[in-house]
């Protein structure tokens, strides 16, 4: 993502930053972050920027909202205090950070000893202060040269041989206009030497260069974060901003500088480019497009490996004799091609026609095999034939002829509630239950099937809805008079949490990802993201950017979108908005839903359609996958979905009862 920093008085450069993090996989995102924070108003301005990225290498549950943690102390602290200096205000900041992390260890929590990499600096004007902790960099590129400035500042090198002297022995200093910082974790490090960045910095452009750095580390890490500061003239700081996707509602944050590269042009005029050079300007202009569609149509493996092959190739592109040999070799099967067409025409009748039914036989048996292969696919796609004896309490008067339609023959319980349930929710091997009528929780063992009931002493109204937040191991209820209340199995323990809900909201549903609550308010037509903080969530955030009516809506699931279910359609939104290219197909029968499920990193979205005793399970991209056919489903209040052990439970009455999928 591209930020600029605030307006500076005249005579100062202004900073443009570009920050990415990169993250393949989901379960590693509470474990690093990468943040850029500017004055919200006129009296923080002075203050600049404040900016950073964590990194923790203990993937531990304890360790999993550090990272969110320091990230909120750091800003609040550097912006309490308008008035005060801005390496004043960085320090203070720091020492936050430090009092949380020793706050922590006095509770135990200590798996981020030692596996902590950070650094964070401030930019106010052309002053820079910054600091870092474990395995990170911090280069300097001044004048055709680099500098990495964090290994000086640690190992204390005479002034003298530094480019910024005022850095040696403390993390403060002055920047200058051409001036570029690069701040990365190690890995930038295990793919780049100093020299090739160096060499890559001065080849690249501005806007092409954290593209490159991007694309080499998503190739080669699982966890990494870098931020690019340029200092320049006002005139130029005027960077477009590309906002990346989201992955079930959360940004992740990155800059795409593939998207609008400048032309480049010869002043010298067609013809006179040197060898390889064409090849050169046309893999730049046109890769963008190929690397922005990639992930719609490559498997992920292959995707790793032409990101690799991808990387290696852009950081040759300034080496001449690579390209020259690229474009030779192209020029050589060119001339082969040309000299094998003129050969053939070159041929006798007899010949010719001997080389053609060659080549016509070919033709043929290819053909031949890939209408074996379409036709075996084809058949094996087509939907199973349904049993012709279906138990008659299992025989639906609608249809077990529609899309994909499966009769639910055994459904089995699990346990009995000591009262009705109307909501429940899965984490980890228990099921949690709420009846909505008191302040109790039961749990569900879901391999011995014992129950336990769980009961808040804290003031609140009765529970209403219920959300699982399995990377911090805790459940998230909402109150009937608007209250978040957090149960901690582990311990029993129920904490009361801050949250500013609008005044008249109408929470239909809510739903966790990652450190992140979403309420679904139907009075407002709207779904507000709520992020962790301390002592419980900060300032919502109007997901929805375009807003429609909801007094209709039914609930919200979230996994690579955010699915909002109404009563007879879903709309998949990313990052706020529909996603155009997605949309779920209707059955022969009509849909009526009541509840829609689906968690990250899950297969399927699935709906509950009691109105028609079914249970609907589609791909993400909105074909029907399978429907679930039983009676006694028109009684379910609520449902939850195991994958990984193929399970669908449901609450019906004061039972939990499950059965089996393929």
Same mark, same amino acid.
């Given at each position: &993502?591209?930020?600029?920093?605030? @307006?500076?008085?005249?005579?100062?450069? $202004?900073?443009?930053?570009?920050?990415?993090? %990169?993250?393949? @996989?989901?379960?590693?995102?509470?474990?690093?972050?990468?943040?850029?924070? +500017?004055?919200?108003?006129?009296?923080?301005?002075?203050?600049?920027?404040?900016?950073?990225?964590?990194?923790?290498?203990?993937?531990?549950?304890?360790?999993?909202?550090?990272?969110?943690?320091?990230?909120?102390?750091?800003?609040?602290?550097?912006? +309490?205090?308008?008035?005060?200096?801005?390496?004043?205000?960085?320090?203070?900041?720091?020492?936050?950070?430090?009092?949380?992390?020793?706050?922590?260890?006095?509770?135990?929590?200590?798996?981020?000893?030692?596996?902590?990499?950070?650094?964070?600096?401030?930019?106010?004007?052309?002053?820079?202060?910054?600091?870092?902790?474990?395995?990170v960099s911090v280069y300097l590129l001044r004048g055709g040269? %680099?500098?990495?400035?964090?290994?000086?500042?640690?190992?204390?090198?005479?002034?003298?041989?530094?480019?910024?002297?005022?850095?040696?022995?403390?993390?403060?200093?002055?920047?200058?206009?051409?001036? #570029?910082?690069?701040?990365?974790?190690?890995?930038?490090?295990?793919?780049?030497?100093?020299?090739?960045?160096?060499?890559?910095?001065?080849?690249?452009?501005?806007?092409?260069?954290?593209?490159?750095?991007? &694309?080499?580390?998503?190739?080669?890490?699982?966890?990494?974060?870098?931020?690019?500061?340029?200092?320049?003239?006002? +005139?130029?700081?005027?960077?477009?901003?590309?906002?990346?996707?989201?992955?079930?509602?959360?940004?992740?944050?990155?800059?795409?500088?593939?998207?609008?590269?400048?032309?480049?042009?010869?002043?010298?005029?067609?013809?006179?480019?040197?060898?390889?050079?064409?090849?050169?300007?046309?893999?730049?202009?046109?890769?963008?497009?190929?690397?922005?569609?990639?992930?719609?149509?490559?498997?992920?493996?292959?995707?790793?490996?032409?990101?690799?092959?991808?990387?290696?190739?852009?950081?040759?592109?300034?080496?001449? #004799?690579?390209?020259?040999?690229?474009?030779?070799?192209?020029?050589?099967?060119?001339?082969?091609?040309?000299?094998?067409?003129? @050969?053939?025409?070159?041929?006798?009748?007899?010949?010719?026609?001997?080389?053609?039914?060659?080549?016509?036989?070919?033709?043929?048996?290819?053909?031949?095999?890939?209408?074996?292969?379409?036709?075996?696919? =084809?058949?094996?796609?087509?939907?199973?034939?349904?049993?012709?004896?279906?138990?008659?309490?299992?025989?639906?008067?609608?249809?077990?002829?529609?899309?994909?339609?499966?009769?639910?023959?055994?459904?089995?319980?699990?346990? +009995?509630?000591?009262?009705?349930?109307?909501?429940?929710?899965?984490?980890?091997?228990?099921?949690?239950?709420?009846?909505?009528?008191?302040?109790?929780?039961?749990?569900?063992?879901?391999?011995?099937?014992?129950?336990?009931?769980?009961?808040?002493?804290?003031?609140?109204?009765?529970?209403?809805?219920?959300?699982?937040?399995?990377?911090? =191991?805790?459940?998230?209820?909402?109150?009937?008079?608007?209250?978040?209340?957090?149960?901690?199995?582990?311990?029993?323990?129920?904490?009361?949490?801050?949250?500013?809900?609008?005044?008249?909201?109408?929470?239909?549903?809510?739903?966790?990802?990652?450190?992140?609550?979403?309420?679904?308010?139907?009075?407002?037509?709207?779904?507000?993201?709520?992020?962790?903080?301390?002592?419980?969530?900060?300032?919502?955030?109007?997901?929805?950017?375009?807003?429609?009516?909801?007094?209709?809506?039914?609930?919200?699931?979230?996994?690579?979108?955010?699915?909002?279910?109404?009563?007879? #359609?879903?709309?998949?939104?990313?990052?706020?908005?529909?996603d155009e290219k997605i949309n779920f197909d209707s059955s022969?029968?009509?849909?009526?839903?009541?509840?829609?499920?689906?968690?990250?990193? &899950?297969?399927?979205?699935?709906?509950?359609?009691?109105?028609?005793?079914?249970?609907?399970?589609?791909?993400?991209?909105? $074909?029907?996958?399978?429907?679930?056919?039983?009676?006694?489903?028109?009684?379910?209040?609520?449902?939850?979905?195991?994958?990984?052990?193929?399970?669908?439970?449901?609450?019906?009455?004061?039972?939990? @009862?499950?059965?089996?999928?393929?």
């Amino acid at each position: &993502m591209t930020h600029l920093s605030k @307006k500076r008085k005249n005579g100062y450069p $202004k900073g443009v930053f570009r920050d990415v993090f %990169i993250c393949s @996989k989901q379960e590693l995102s509470p474990f690093g972050t990468v943040f850029t924070f +500017s004055a919200d108003n006129i009296e923080e301005q002075k203050l600049g920027t404040i900016f950073g990225i964590i990194k923790i290498d203990d993937h531990s549950e304890n360790s999993s909202y550090v990272a969110n943690l320091l990230t909120s102390v750091i800003k609040k602290e550097y912006f +309490s205090k308008p008035h005060r200096p801005a390496e004043e205000s960085f320090e203070a900041s720091l020492r936050k950070a430090n009092l949380a992390l020793a706050e922590l260890a006095r509770h135990g929590s200590l798996g981020w000893s030692g596996k902590l990499n950070f650094t964070s600096g401030a930019l106010e004007r052309n002053n820079l202060h910054f600091a870092c902790l474990g395995k990170v960099s911090v280069y300097l590129l001044r004048g055709g040269q %680099i500098a990495e400035i964090s290994r000086d500042l640690e190992e204390g090198l005479d002034a003298e041989t530094h480019p910024l002297k005022t850095f040696s022995n403390i993390s403060s200093g002055k920047l200058e206009k051409g001036d #570029k910082l690069i701040l990365t974790t190690y890995d930038l490090s295990e793919i780049f030497s100093k020299e090739e960045l160096r060499q890559n910095a001065a080849h690249f452009s501005r806007e092409e260069f954290p593209g490159l750095l991007e &694309m080499s580390l998503r190739a080669n890490s699982e966890l990494a974060g870098i931020i690019v500061i340029d200092l320049v003239d006002e +005139s130029e700081a005027k960077p477009a901003i590309v906002e990346a996707p989201l992955i079930g509602g959360e940004k992740i944050r990155k800059i795409d500088s593939f998207v609008g590269f400048p032309e480049e042009e010869s002043s010298a005029g067609p013809g006179a480019l040197a060898p390889g050079e064409e090849f050169r300007l046309t893999f730049r202009q046109k890769f963008p497009t190929l690397l922005k569609n990639l992930p719609a149509y490559v498997s992920d493996k292959a995707k790793r490996l032409f990101l690799k092959l991808a990387s290696f190739f852009q950081r040759s592109l300034y080496r001449e #004799k690579t390209l020259s040999a690229i474009y030779s070799s192209g020029r050589k099967i060119g001339r082969g091609l040309a000299g094998a067409k003129n @050969k053939f025409h070159s041929l006798e009748p007899a010949k010719k026609k001997a080389v053609l039914g060659i080549l016509g036989g070919v033709a043929a048996i290819a053909a031949v095999a890939l209408i074996v292969f379409w036709t075996k696919g =084809k058949k094996a796609a087509e939907p199973a034939p349904q049993p012709g004896n279906v138990p008659a309490e299992t025989q639906l008067p609608l249809a077990l002829d529609d899309i994909e339609a499966r009769a639910v023959e055994n459904i089995e319980e699990v346990a +009995s509630l000591p009262q009705e349930g109307n909501r429940f929710a899965i984490l980890g091997e228990s099921l949690y239950a709420i009846s909505g009528k008191d302040r109790i929780v039961t749990k569900i063992n879901l391999d011995s099937k014992a129950t336990e009931e769980i009961k808040s002493s804290l003031s609140s109204g009765n529970f209403g809805l219920i959300s699982a937040m399995p990377h911090l =191991k805790a459940l998230f209820i909402l109150t009937e008079d608007k209250k978040v209340i957090a149960l901690t199995p582990i311990n029993k323990n129920f904490q009361d949490n801050t949250i500013s809900l609008p005044a008249n909201t109408r929470a239909r549903d809510i739903k966790s990802y990652l450190t992140y609550l979403y309420i679904l308010d139907i009075a407002n037509n709207q779904v507000y993201r709520y992020p962790r903080a301390e002592g419980g969530f900060g300032e919502g955030q109007a997901w929805l950017r375009s807003v429609s009516d909801l007094k209709n809506a039914k609930g919200i699931a979230i996994n690579d979108d955010l699915y909002l279910a109404e009563n007879e #359609k879903i709309t998949p939104y990313l990052q706020g908005k529909k996603d155009e290219k997605i949309n779920f197909d209707s059955s022969q029968t009509p849909l009526s839903i009541d509840i829609i499920y689906s968690e990250p990193e &899950m297969e399927f979205v699935y709906v509950l359609d009691s109105k028609n005793r079914r249970i609907v399970r589609y791909t993400k991209d909105g $074909k029907i996958s399978a429907q679930y056919l039983n009676e006694s489903i028109s009684e379910v209040k609520d449902f939850a979905v195991d994958e990984k052990n193929k399970t669908i439970y449901l609450l019906q009455g004061n039972e939990i @009862k499950k059965f089996s999928i393929e």
